[in-house]
């Protein structure tokens, strides 16, 4: 059995941060148009690649994407929706999904919901180190 020494650990630890992370075979999202907002508000962006439809509404403090796939199929890639993420707002921004009460639930489409912050702010939850395996 190896021991693992604290250099050892950090070396490994570097070592993971410079790893691509990167889906197989993914068609970057790109920007289609500019519509009015359905709430009046303003204005959202319109993204899609060969798989996805992405709204980005931008709001004061955060961004808000809603991602639907073009077939209408039931989605969760994490992969999937960590690259749209990245595609359309930037890698260096964090993003949520909300699981909501049953009071609060809105379920009438196979349509996902991201609350993405502005690039250096984060919501406090999740590990704090990268560690990609390729």
Not at 26 to 36: C, D, H, P, V
Not at 80 to 101: F, M, R, S, T, W
Request: glycine content about 4%; some cysteine; hydrophobic content about 35%.
């Amino acid at each position: 059995m190896i021991k693992v020494t604290r250099q050892l650990k950090r070396k490994l630890q570097r070592d993971m941060c410079k790893n691509k992370w990167y889906v197989k075979d993914w068609q970057a999202m790109k920007f289609i148009r500019t519509e009015n907002d359905a709430t009046g508000t303003g204005t959202v962006d319109i993204y899609a690649n060969n798989i996805y439809t992405c709204i980005k509404r931008v709001d004061r403090t955060l961004t808000w994407l809603s991602i639907k796939r073009n077939d209408i199929a039931a989605i969760h890639n994490w992969q999937h929706l960590q690259q749209i993420k990245n595609d359309v707002c930037g890698d260096e921004c964090e993003a949520i999904e909300i699981y909501p009460p049953m009071s609060r639930i809105v379920d009438a489409a196979n349509q996902y919901h991201l609350w993405v912050s502005p690039v250096g702010v984060t919501v406090g939850v999740g590990y704090r180190d990268r560690l990609v395996k390729i």
